[in-house]
């Protein structure tokens, strides 16, 4: 029953900046890590950044400087703001949590969000 809905993506140019949100729903007690990965054309999904329960973050090192990841407790909400963005980001961006309910606790995905990034 948990979901995970994202929004905020799309078509931006170079130098531009996105923020992304993922709001969790559904039979929530409790989260714990949070995280954005991102999957571009023919690669592999990858960690963007991760925030813990505890508020310490890592970011890939690629982003380092332009990406911020945080989240807002009450809202079962993580964000990331992407700011500077460049051709490189171009992905399918899925966000992560790790979710307590009455029936236990997983880590669930988003079904993803295109950012586009043009040069």
């Known amino acids: 029953q948990v979901q995970l809905e994202e929004s905020g993506g799309g078509l931006v140019q170079a130098g531009g900046n996105l923020r992304l949100s993922c709001a969790a729903s559904?039979?929530?007690?409790?989260?714990?890590?949070m995280g954005w990965y991102r999957q571009g054309s023919g690669s592999q999904r990858e960690l963007v950044a991760l925030?813990?329960?505890?508020?310490?973050?890592n970011y890939q090192d690629s982003v380092k400087g332009r990406f911020t990841i945080s989240r807002d407790n009450a809202k079962n909400t993580v964000y990331l703001q992407m700011n500077s963005l460049k051709p490189e980001d171009t992905a399918v961006y899925y966000c992560?949590?790790?979710?307590?309910?009455?029936?236990?606790?997983?880590?669930?995905w988003g079904q993803g969000i295109q950012v586009t990034v043009s040069s």
């Open positions: 559904g039979g929530i007690l409790g989260t714990g890590a």
């Open positions: 992560n949590m790790y979710i307590a309910t009455e029936s236990g606790r997983l880590y669930y």
């Open positions: 925030i813990l329960g505890g508020g310490g973050t």
